[in-house]
């Protein structure tokens, strides 16, 4: 049965707003949302979350904005961050999250190119819209999105100020919203290249909702919300998943790794989204602090570990849930049921480590313009190297595949963007006409229907004698080592033609001082750490796949808010002027 079928027959929402109409009748006393400040902390149920709704979506209707009118929310996570995208989502209006990391042309030319009649900008964005150069279209509407009241310069609301203009109107008031509708408008990070805006319809986003709902088990879980929820993978998978499941989102204070800790405490967390870094620096923090405890607690630990492996070859892999208790609770991790990594590829090494732990991690894949999530890895039969079978609706395709089965993903199905915003050609060139999109991703699906992605096309290295490398595999390795803080390997052309694999190496000075206890490493004394790492994972791999040359730089590449290197960025050409070091 066809998702939507499915979903009608349930009676399952196929809209945003109906979807928080139902959870605040399905639930209306439980919290919604957390926000956790300075001060106090602040909880709004699923009832309160719906009448805050209702009453700004009245006051957008109010200031004359009508449905197709485009919204822009620039700010941190928070539930007035929630509350906007709810609103305009209720009065037909298309949402256009903007990444506050941008800079400030950045956030001016995407809230140009949108041509957005609204802005809900946080304080400390106000700034990106009061100096708009000259020609730059101002919205007409800016809206400070602080709960608290301030004087924000002229000509710019609070929210408060937006929500009195409601004159209590209910929803009958409002516009009608069907499943067809665009919901929002998101800009992709331009790991590429300049970003496109990738167009989705309410059913887009609550088809992948469903999906992955029926996939998972998710019941009344506390998620703690720390990605940034412009993102697609947040906002659905980390915001308006858990909204329909009837779930309580407590907004982290920050992304560093202490703040994360103490929220996840204080909410006692139970799952939370993050991407391959944070979850890899979580992993490295924890067998730092094994390795700083006492002879006696190592002893134990090494003990109990090797009880875990032994457990697991004689195929039972749960054993460490029992056995790491303690830790768990030590760490602060005792609540979680289970991580969900997105947004990259997530080496293999780190779900398999916090397993053994006792904690469940969950791989998915997906691109902004799906929604995004395609493929999620079950929790009970999971594989490590690969980002599970598609989601229920969804259907996935090789194309051209060669020899061993690889080649470019394609995936169809209901959550699949409509296009890119006014851009024919951009669309053709992912979207077929039967549906397909086309993803840029190489991989391959394998017997049981999981599906495996090896790399990016536009970054496969191939070498004079025709082999494929695939650079995020040797970056995974490469970032194993706890003296690398990360890596970018690239194909550098050769005179025989093809290309040769070489790599570009960010030290992880921190760490080096710790285990070196060298706080100021010469030039070549640095190299030579280096060198030992990347001869340690020459030997792991193929001939062929063998780093020739590396460069070692000091400071961190170009990324995205997700963390996804942005390799368009990092000028090669400036970097093999100097003298290439191996």
Not at 404 to 410: K, P
Not at 531 to 544: A, H, I, M
């Amino acid at each position: 049965m066809e998702l939507l079928e499915e979903a009608k027959k349930k009676g399952l929402p196929l809209t945003i707003p109906e979807m928080l109409k139902r959870s605040a009748a399905l639930y209306p006393e439980r919290p919604a949302l957390t926000a956790r400040e300075k001060d106090r902390d602040r909880t709004i149920t699923y009832r309160e979350l719906l009448e805050d709704v209702l009453a700004l979506a009245g006051g957008l209707l109010s200031l004359g904005l009508k449905k197709g009118d485009r919204i822009a929310i620039l700010g941190n996570n928070s539930p007035e961050w929630a509350k906007t995208y709810l609103a305009a989502a209720f009065t037909g209006c298309i949402n256009v999250p903007i990444d506050s990391l941008l800079s400030e042309n950045e956030k001016q030319q995407l809230i140009a190119k949108a041509k957005v009649k609204a802005a809900f900008v946080a304080p400390r964005y106000l700034e990106v819209l009061e100096e708009l150069p000259k020609g730059f279209p101002l919205p007409r509407h800016i809206v400070c999105m602080d709960w608290q009241e301030g004087n924000w310069g002229k000509g710019i609301m609070s929210m408060e100020e937006v929500m009195a203009l409601s004159k209590n109107s209910t929803d009958r008031d409002l516009p009608s919203v069907v499943k067809d509708d665009i919901a929002a408008i998101i800009f992709t990070s331009g790991t590429t290249g300049v970003p496109k805006g990738v167009v989705l319809t309410h059913w887009n986003i609550m088809s992948d909702c469903i999906a992955c709902e029926m996939a998972v088990d998710i019941c009344r879980e506390r998620f703690l919300s720390v990605l940034p929820m412009h993102h697609t993978f947040e906002c659905t998978a980390g915001f308006l998943l858990p909204l329909y499941c009837g779930c309580h989102v407590t907004y982290a204070r920050s992304l560093r790794s202490r703040y994360i800790m103490e929220d996840l405490r204080f909410c006692r967390g139970t799952v939370m989204l993050g991407v391959p870094l944070l979850f890899q620096k979580m992993m490295e923090g924890i067998q730092r602090a094994i390795e700083k405890a006492p002879v006696h607690r190592r002893l134990v630990f090494k003990t109990l570990w090797n009880l875990v492996l032994a457990a697991e070859r004689a195929g039972n892999p749960g054993l460490g849930k029992a056995l790491f208790r303690s830790l768990r609770k030590k760490a602060g991790l005792d609540t979680i049921r289970y991580f969900v990594s997105g947004g990259a590829a997530l080496p293999p090494y780190v779900p398999l480590f916090f397993r053994r732990l006792g904690i469940d991690m969950i791989q998915g894949y997906g691109l902004t313009e799906s929604s995004p999530v395609l493929t999620l890895n079950p929790l009970d039969r999971p594989k490590n190297e690969s980002v599970g079978p598609p989601l229920p609706g969804v259907k996935v395709k090789v194309s051209e595949p060669d020899s061993q089965g690889v080649g470019e993903l394609a995936f169809k199905g209901p959550m699949i963007m409509k296009g890119y915003l006014n851009d024919e050609k951009a669309t053709r060139q992912v979207l077929d006409e039967e549906g397909w999109l086309y993803t840029g991703d190489l991989g391959f699906v394998d017997k049981d229907g999981y599906v495996h992605i090896c790399g990016r096309a536009k970054n496969l290295i191939v070498t004079s004698a025709g082999k494929n490398v695939y650079p995020e595999e040797i970056e995974a390795l490469l970032n194993k080592s706890p003296i690398i803080l990360e890596s970018m390997v690239y194909g550098k052309q050769v005179s025989s033609g093809g290309e040769e694999v070489c790599a570009v190496i960010v030290p992880d000075f921190e760490i080096i001082a710790q285990l070196k206890g060298q706080e100021d490493l010469s030039e070549e004394g640095l190299f030579g750490l280096m060198d030992q790492e990347v001869r340690k994972v020459n030997r792991q791999l193929g001939s062929y796949k063998r780093i020739k040359s590396f460069h070692v730089i000091n400071e961190e590449l170009p990324k995205t808010s997700t963390k996804k290197i942005k390799r368009h960025l990092f000028n090669l050409q400036i970097l093999e002027k100097k003298p290439t070091k191996r």
